[in-house]
């Protein structure tokens, strides 16, 4: 019988991992069964229990779940506490719960395998300072970038962040009135793209050398592609390769494999 995955969440009917895994599987060579599996919005421990008693092998976390599954687990690893959330879990034979967190890689393998972008002595500007910025700030300062300015609405967000990582890199906090110079990479980690917004980031922020980032993923332009385009970016992305290579490396976590993710890429941008 195949190893049984999942990703929860609430909702996640519409989640790719399925879709993904499976052709991670059958590009591999490996035989799995992935499904998605609604968890109600109490129901977390007793959901983790569930599968884990079903013989599930490992799990993918998604909202609203990524902080919540915290206390549930044997051991997280380091990149997953200072992430402070957790996206994979794998349920070893033992019975312990092992969490990680793959998003913060995952941005960074789409930015530079895939984009060929060289992340060292960049001046990056993440905005946001919620759980999606918070996730990948360690891997990104991990490339060596001259300078991580962290932009929030909310200054003070930006400011805990910045404290949280400064031992690790140039890392600074701003409102976005307070920028002024250009960025090599802009990247967005708001939710403002799920409302159709655009953060209010000065135009002086961006130049015809910036690449723009979206870790949300459309089938259209989402707003914030649409700002970069506007603003004469060099280059624009949305999230799905992240999405992928978060994934990849979660399916490595649990099979010992990393899969091929270009031709995945490709088929889901069909
Ligand atoms: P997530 O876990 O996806 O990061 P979150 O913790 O709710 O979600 O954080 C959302 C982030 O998007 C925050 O940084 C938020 O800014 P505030 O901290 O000031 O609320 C930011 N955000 C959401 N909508 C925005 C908008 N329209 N313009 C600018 N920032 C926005």
């Not at 910036?210 to 970069?228: P, R, V």
């Not at 624009?236 to 993710?261: H, Y």
Request: charged share 20%; net charge neutral.
């Amino acid at each position: 019988m195949s190893d049984k995955y999942a990703v929860i969440g609430n909702p996640i009917a519409h989640s790719k991992s399925p879709l993904i895994h499976h052709a991670f599987a059958k590009e591999s060579d490996q035989s799995i069964a992935y499904t998605a599996e609604l968890i109600p919005l109490d129901g977390i421990e007793a959901g983790l229990d569930t599968l884990q008693q079903k013989g599930f092998k490992g799990l993918n976390v998604t909202v609203p779940f990524k902080e919540q599954v915290w206390q549930s687990l044997t051991d997280k690893s380091e990149r997953a506490t200072l992430a402070g959330a957790v996206n994979t879990i794998v349920f070893n034979d033992d019975g312990s719960r092992y969490g990680d967190n793959t998003d913060g890689v995952g941005l960074c393998l789409d930015l530079t395998q895939n984009h060929g972008i060289d992340l060292a002595n960049k001046r990056i500007l993440l905005l946001g300072a919620g759980g999606a910025a918070r996730g990948v700030i360690q891997p990104l300062l991990a490339f060596q970038p001259a300078q991580l300015t962290i932009a929030n609405r909310t200054l003070r967000k930006a400011q805990t962040l910045a404290a949280l990582f400064n031992h690790l890199g140039p890392i600074r906090a701003a409102s976005f009135e307070q920028l002024t110079d250009n960025f090599d990479l802009i990247i967005n980690a708001t939710s403002a793209s799920l409302r159709g917004d655009v953060p209010p980031i000065p135009s002086a922020s961006i130049s015809s050398q910036t690449f723009c980032y979206d870790m949300m993923y459309s089938n259209t332009d989402t707003a914030f592609i649409q700002w970069a385009k506007k603003h004469q970016a060099v280059k624009t992305s949305d999230g799905l390769g992240m999405l992928v290579e978060q994934a990849a490396e979660s399916f490595r976590l649990w099979r010992g494999i990393k899969p091929n993710t270009q031709t995945v890429i490709d088929l889901l941008r069909q």
